[in-house]
């Protein structure tokens, strides 16, 4: 299915000077959508506002891709004790830089996504884990939730709706684990970011044993556009299963890397080729990463007619992630570049359980190895093994994705790899 | 181990009741405690440690626990400018490397170590989340500089000799640059 | 009732249950490392798995579906799972490496992983013929190793506090010593530091885990990360006996066993008993190992000018007996022991209630403060409970010292009354002091008669605790007058087994020459023409249980129920 880019206005992201000031964003329809729903609220019951925005079709922005609306519907009834909203901007995935600009270039969005998803999960406290990393863009978001303050849209009783909550920034310290919406909220809460045992989910057990919902930044910014135009209207842009605007991360060996928006569904050609103005220098595609590190890369004749959603990429042979597309030239070292991404799996493992932290330990030597030309044949037999000892082990899917691109690239790219490892006086074959 | 010892003042503590007051459990706080006791000294070495675990009554080992588990907290003082080039993925194929070894050779120093005059910390990190700017690196757990060359690496040594910190960089959407 | 399927064995449950405890407590066998019964449940080593799967419930015909052999259909859950956090539920289906090929892979594959970075220290180690992962890779895992890369190197040999040594490089991160210092002491002395394969337990930083249950994590550590500072390369498992007694050193009573090597109580550490301790014990009763071992009496002594010269048990007999003879009642002190067991103490009222004279009481060792509301009391005697019981009279400190210097006859059960405060040496000075003491403290040295008795290591005695316990222990070591392999009821080590008396690493020299308090004192008795009818222990605790608070106890049943709760009645006037 062909998009027609090349007229698409960006509806998460508009072109509109000083978006991020509430003034502005108010005067181009900001928290309309929101004010709609706590002035209606016999139509827009908190029930019918989580319906529709299941019906849009939206799916989870971080990389998992379960529909949201869905999610929220786990949540169970109220209690009279509070329950909560993380919304997780940890964006630590490698390839991954798009939150960052919800933050910077349109903060309400997410604000006002985030006050409708409190008010159809009722909820107490909506906590935004922005990684620490992003001092400049936490300050951005604290002025924003100021302002949303004042403007009386957070608070007590909000504009005298009789829904009340309140939101906070929680930054964190470096730590790509507190990605995981479990270690997530251990971080919340004080601790090392160790993911939790599942079950109990988080929306019977979560933030301080209450129900909490984890949902990702992009995500709630979409959800004013589906009440502004509909679920239908939502579930119409871009791909079929995959729907809505989507903020695409390019970066690699592309002429103009960088963040754009588009509706799902693009085709990653016309991405590289048209959008990004061609390869670097000249040069011939090797290798696209889909959508982060952790998803498996694709050869240059695997993507002939695949496009960015996830049944697309699952029948390729990999995953939309987080639409963070890394991409990279035939002059690229596989080996190193596998090698890299190893160490950074090894370097981020919590470190509680066995299968991951020892394993990613393990992959990350022997591929040093290989790349070092110490490697022989039986690395690479060892590779795909480690990579089954760990895949579906272990407490969360951090291992699952430190295996899947040792899994996939060594498979995918076998010439580079058994190249590198002929290349010594210890190959036997 | 230094025989500095540390302390908040009282409007620095009721800044602490106050991000207490965010949270329904007072533990929540010792992240951003630490990050205020890492702006105020620098660093949280093992006394700034105590000084965070006493202050929210939380255990000594707890605190130790959560200040070794995330990277941005300094276990030990820093030069002045930390320099954290990333040289994960995109940034790697992208000369994320090569930055981090113009930074060694330009200022005699070794990833992880500090300039003797105490200025300078370099040190090669993962994704920081520019991935479309690469080469890039973020001065001292703030301001990101983006699109690396060894001229604007020249740059900004100097203007942090200076200590004149670069601007912050907005980068928006491709499709809404001007 | 709901109902289990493990390795095609039907069982019944009921309730909330965790699928590896069940499989535990059915005396089934499943590796694990990072679980124990009485901590949370992190389920982070991975060890546990299993295969599981749910049968195919249709509503509609309201039963299961079945397939065609007519089994049931399972839907089985598409990874491996930690049995240790797995609920149970009515009619799941589990397999073990019993019949899981999958289950015996992931098995494996966990212990590989486990010990890629484990250094090979078990010729060193002194967790080495009691280590889990020693024994679960002899079992599960893999044969040889695929590692060929520079292991991770952290920390070793620290002194982590005063009784606790770290080598970090062995630790596998279950994180079992952590939870015990959040969970059970709760002095959160522990935390994991660092992250990912270089993290390990610590203390923060520059200070000491000095907890007073800090030995505890020694027993639950899998491996030999954490371990104990004072038993260091003392011995190995395999070259000791171990015996079920009692902690001698506060009113809990905690139980214990004591492990000997050639006579030598080498450590002591906490048994199971669920009724008292749980798994634990404090660090002070272990440390007591040492009171069993040194400055012990071998051989009755007289005092003689200002020190004293061994003398013949036969002279100790005729000289206390005589010495009672001869003293009016009115001048007679004795002194009963909440130190000493239920029997001694019994024996001594037995012969003063058989001579017909004499005051008996006893001062309670009491330090108020000292306990913690956990097994740390502020009774510092073992046997308190049972003295009261008995019916000796309770005196205080300023009575008995008043008593003493006025007496002509003081006879001190197992009590260093000196040492700790209740009399002065001179309060003794004008009577003759008679001590029946294990070793060669301030009171025996102050007695005119030293009679060496045994310690709870080296007899059977009753102790009740602050609870209304009765425990009962067994002796651990030989004194010069017993010889294991005579005497039943004490355990025999490998070395006691297949050593002879003659092998190098056996030598006489630990065999104190002592007797247990009763049998001197029936002896006494004996010397006085009277028969107390005290030919072994049984006796004497069957005299004991004529008393009401006693009735019907016995060694069988202190044994099979681990201890037997008693009435604390108060005695009748």
């Known amino acids: 299915m062909s998009v027609d880019w090349k007229s698409y206005t960006p509806q998460l992201i508009p072109n509109i000077p000083d978006l991020h000031k509430i003034s502005v964003y ?27 925005v299941k019906n849009s079709g939206l799916r989870g922005r971080g990389g998992a891709g379960f529909n949201t609306g869905l999610k929220w519907s786990f949540m169970p009834k109220p209690d009279g004790g509070p329950r909560y909203i993380a919304a997780n901007g940890d964006e630590s995935e490698p390839g991954t830089f798009k939150d960052r600009t919800i933050f910077e270039f349109n903060p309400h969005s997410f604000i006002e996504g985030a006050l409708i998803a409190a008010y159809a999960m009722r909820i107490t406290a909506v906590y935004v884990y922005i990684r620490g990393e992003y001092r400049s863009w936490i300050r951005m978001m604290e002025a924003a939730i100021a302002d949303a303050y004042k403007a009386g849209h957070i608070g007590s009783n909000i504009h005298g709706s009789g829904f009340s909550t309140d939101m906070y920034v929680h930054s964190g310290a470096g730590a790509y684990i507190c990605g995981e919406e479990s270690s997530l909220m ?3 809460e004080g601790k090392r970011g160790y993911p939790r045992v599942k079950p109990p989910f988080p929306a019977q057990k979560g933030l301080w044993g209450r129900p909490t919902t984890i949902n990702n930044i992009e995500s709630l910014a979409n959800v004013p556009l589906i009440l502004q135009i509909g679920a239908q209207a939502y579930a119409n842009i871009g791909a079929k299963n995959h729907p809505g605007p989507l903020l695409y991360g390019i970066s690699g060996h ?60 699952r029948t390729a042979g990999s995953m939309l992630g987080t639409a963070g597309m890394v991409v990279m030239d035939e002059d690229t070292d596989m080996v190193d570049v596998l090698w890299r991404i190893s160490h950074f799996y090894h370097h981020e493992s919590c470190g509680q359980c066995t299968p991951c932290r020892e394993g990613t330990g393990w992959l990350e030597k022997t591929l040093h190895k290989i790349k070092r030309g110490d490697g022989e044949m039986r690395d690479l037999d060892l590779l795909l093994d480690l990579c089954t000892q760990m895949e579906g082990r272990t407490i969360c899917a951090l291992a699952d994705a430190a295996a899947w691109p040792v899994r996939y690239t060594v498979t995918r790219f076998r010439e580079d790899f058994e190249a590198r490892c002929k290349s010594t006086i210890y190959a036997l074959a | 181990m230094s025989q500095t010892t540390y302390a908040f003042t009282p409007d620095e503590l009721a800044d602490v009741e106050r991000i207490k007051a965010r949270y329904p459990h007072h533990q929540s706080a010792v992240m951003p405690v630490l990050w205020m006791a890492q702006d105020k000294f620098g660093h949280v070495d093992a006394d700034v440690q105590r000084l965070v675990a006493a202050t929210l009554d939380l255990p000594e080992s707890h605190v130790h626990g959560v200040a070794t588990f995330y990277t941005q907290y300094f276990k030990e003082k820093q030069g002045r400018y930390v320099l954290d080039v990333c040289t994960c993925l995109s940034c790697h194929i992208g000369g994320g490397y090569e930055m981090l070894h113009y930074l060694e050779e330009k200022l005699g120093i070794q990833e992880g170590e500090t300039t003797p005059d105490g200025k300078f910390t370099v040190k090669g990190v993962e994704c920081l989340g520019a991935c479309g700017y690469a080469p890039m690196m973020q001065i ?39 | ?141 893999p044969e040889g190793s695929r590692f060929e890369h520079k292991k991770v190197h952290k920390p070793k040999r620290i002194q982590l506090g005063p009784r606790v040594i770290l080598d970090a490089e062995r630790c596998i991160n279950c994180t079992r010593c952590v939870r015990f210092t959040e969970e059970i002491s709760k002095t959160n002395q522990l935390s994991i530091v660092s992250r990912g394969d270089h993290n390990y337990p610590s203390t923060a930083p520059g200070r000491e885990f000095d907890d007073p249950y800090s030995l505890n994590t020694v027993d639950i550590c899998p491996v030999g990360a954490l371990t104990a500072a004072d038993f260091r390369f003392k011995a190995r498992v395999w070259e000791m006996a171990s015996t079920p007694s009692i902690d001698i050193t506060n009113g809990k009573g905690c139980s214990v066993d004591l492990w000997t090597r050639d006579n030598l109580v080498l450590r002591i550490t906490p048994r199971f008993n669920e009724a008292v301790n749980g798994h634990w014990m404090p660090d002070a009763g272990r440390t007591a190992y040492t009171v069993h071992n040194e400055n012990r009496v071998h051989k009755p002594h007289l005092k003689v000018d ?39 103490n019994h024996a001594l009222a037995s012969l003063l209630s058989t001579l017909g004279k004499g005051r008996l009481a006893f001062v309670p060792h009491i330090i108020d403060g000292a306990g913690d509301g956990f097994l740390l009391t502020d009774d510092q005697a073992p046997n308190t409970s049972g003295v009261r019981l008995l019916g000796i009279e309770e005196a205080s400190a300023d009575d008995i010292a008043g008593a003493a210097k006025k007496a002509k006859l003081v006879v001190i059960l197992a009590d260093d009354l000196v040492g700790r405060g209740v009399l002065k040496a001179s309060d003794l000075a004008k009577a003759y002091v008679v001590a029946l003491a294990s070793n060669l403290h301030a009171t025996a ?21 602050v609870d209304g316990r009765a425990q009962r222990t067994i002796p651990a070591k030989e004194t010069a007058h017993v010889d294991r392999r005579v005497n039943l009821e004490m355990s025999m080590g490998r070395l006691d087994h297949f050593g002879t008396r003659f092998d190098n690493w056996v030598s006489d020299r630990n065999r104190v020459d002592c007797i247990p308090a009763w049998q001197y004192l029936s002896q006494v008795a004996a010397e006085a023409c009277h028969d107390l009818g005290f030919a072994d222990a049984r006796d004497v605790l069957a005299s004991v249980a004529t008393y009401p608070a006693f009735a019907g106890l016995t060694y069988e049943r202190m044994d099979a129920e681990r201890g037997v709760t008693l009435t604390m009645e108060p005695i009748p006037a």
């Not at chain 2, 203007?159 to 912050?168: I, Q, R, T, V, Y």
Request: with cysteine.
């Open chain 3, 306 to 344: 200002a020190g004293h010269v061994p003398t013949s048990w036969t002279n100790a007999v005729m000289t206390l007996a005589e010495k009672f003879a001869e003293t009016r009642s009115g001048d007679i002190l004795v002194l009963g022991s909440a130190h000493a067991s239920v029997e001694d």
């Open chain 1, 254 to 313: 592309v002429n103009k890397p960088g963040v754009y928006e588009f509706p799902s569904g693009m085709s990653i050609e016309t991405l590289i080729h048209d959008v990004c103005g061609g390869m670097r220098n000249g040069k011939k595609l090797k290798a696209v990463i889909p959508g982060g590190s952790s998803t498996p890369p694709l050869r240059a004749d695997q993507i002939s007619g695949v496009t960015m959603d996830s049944d697309s990429l």
């Open chain 3, 1 to 141: 009732m709901a109902e289990i399927f493990i390795d095609n064995e039907r069982f019944e449950y009921s309730g909330n249950v965790k699928v590896l405890q069940f499989i535990l407590d059915n005396g089934l066998e499943l590796p694990f490392f990072c679980y124990h019964p009485a901590l949370s449940i992190p389920a982070n080593c991975r060890q546990c798995y299993v295969e599981a799967g749910m049968p195919v419930f249709n509503k509609e015909t309201n039963s299961y579906e079945l397939d065609a052999d007519g089994e049931r259909v399972i839907r089985w859950f598409p990874k491996l799972m930690t049995a240790c956090s797995m609920d149970a539920a009515d009619g799941m289906v589990v397999k073990t490496h019993k019949t899981s090929e999958l289950v015996r892979r992931g098995q494996k594959d966990v212990l590989e992983f486990i010990l890629i970075n484990h250094p090979l220290d078990c010729p060193i180690c002194d967790q080495a013929g009691e280590c889990p992962l020693q024994i679960q890779t002899y079992k599960y895992g």
């Open chain 1, 26 to 52: 108010e005067a181009n329809g900001g928290y309309a959508q929101y004010r709609k729903v706590l002035a209606e609220q016999t139509t827009w019951t908190p029930e019918a506002v989580t319906t529709e």
């Open chain 3, 445 to 465: 040295q102050a007695a005119d008669l030293i009679v060496p008795v045994t310690t709870a290591a080296e007899h059977i005695g009753t102790y009740v605790n």
């Open chain 2, 140 to 178: 001292t757990n703030d301001v990101f500089v983006n699109h690396l060359t060894t001229d604007k690496l020249d740059q900004v040594i100097e203007s942090l000799k200076k200590d004149e910190l670069p601007a912050f960089e907005p980068i928006p959407l491709v499709q809404n640059r001007a």
């Open chain 1, 186 to 188: 251990e971080s919340l």
